[in-house]
């Protein structure tokens, strides 16, 4: 699938923004624009809130996504939420826009339901006895049989560690939608 929804569902400390932040490293190796709703350092990212998502979603093609804990902006009790529905309608058009979406949550349930019936696939991340090495499951949502597993693959994040902030905490109070910025570790306070 070339423009896939995917979500990495995991307990707390399981290496979901560990694993996101990885990606985003590599997408934007590979030429690819950023957006993540946390701070990454030494990856050229804009940053946006839900919010700044919804109110500069003209603006959002030829990009990946990467919302960690997607359930603060779009909670499966708030669905009738204005910015959750919006949020809805930016997953149902992911392919036209051409843009991949990584999303986080501790519980799938969580995530609003419209959003859930759009994700391929899911990913179950667990942190291995190696500190930052990750065993990674994948599953196909769009089976018949959800609990298809599809693909296993380790992921080392140790280089990756240091590129965001373990302890940031997701907000949507704020409309933020950045121009293009490069943190380094050294902004990390």
Same mark, same amino acid.
């Given at each position: 699938m070339e423009y896939p929804i995917i979500g990495v569902i995991g307990i707390r400390g399981s290496g979901k923004t560990l694993l996101t932040t990885g990606l985003a490293n590599m997408y934007h190796n590979q030429g690819k624009h950023i957006i993540a709703n946390y701070d990454l350092y030494d990856i050229p990212f804009r940053k946006a809130s839900f919010s700044g998502c919804i109110n500069n979603f003209d603006k959002l093609y030829d990009s990946v996504l990467v919302f960690d804990e997607i359930q603060v902006g779009a909670h499966a009790y708030d669905f009738y939420r204005k910015g959750v529905r919006a949020l809805a309608s930016l997953a149902e058009q992911m392919r036209k826009r051409r843009i991949i979406l990584y999303f986080t949550s501790q519980?799938?349930?969580?995530?609003?339901?419209?959003?859930?019936?759009? =994700?391929?696939?899911?990913?179950?991340?667990?942190?291995?006895?190696?500190?930052?090495?990750?065993?990674?499951?994948?599953?196909?949502?769009?089976?018949?049989?959800?609990?298809?597993?599809?693909? =296993?693959f380790i992921f080392d994040g140790r280089p990756y560690y240091d590129r965001y902030d373990t302890d940031e905490i997701v907000r949507d109070d704020a409309e933020i939608f950045t121009e293009v910025m490069l943190k380094t570790k050294k902004d990390k306070k």
């Amino acid at each position: 699938m070339e423009y896939p929804i995917i979500g990495v569902i995991g307990i707390r400390g399981s290496g979901k923004t560990l694993l996101t932040t990885g990606l985003a490293n590599m997408y934007h190796n590979q030429g690819k624009h950023i957006i993540a709703n946390y701070d990454l350092y030494d990856i050229p990212f804009r940053k946006a809130s839900f919010s700044g998502c919804i109110n500069n979603f003209d603006k959002l093609y030829d990009s990946v996504l990467v919302f960690d804990e997607i359930q603060v902006g779009a909670h499966a009790y708030d669905f009738y939420r204005k910015g959750v529905r919006a949020l809805a309608s930016l997953a149902e058009q992911m392919r036209k826009r051409r843009i991949i979406l990584y999303f986080t949550s501790q519980h799938f349930k969580k995530v609003a339901v419209q959003i859930r019936r759009e =994700t391929n696939y899911i990913i179950l991340p667990q942190m291995s006895e190696i500190n930052c090495v990750i065993s990674c499951n994948v599953y196909d949502q769009n089976s018949m049989d959800i609990d298809t597993l599809v693909n =296993t693959f380790i992921f080392d994040g140790r280089p990756y560690y240091d590129r965001y902030d373990t302890d940031e905490i997701v907000r949507d109070d704020a409309e933020i939608f950045t121009e293009v910025m490069l943190k380094t570790k050294k902004d990390k306070k």
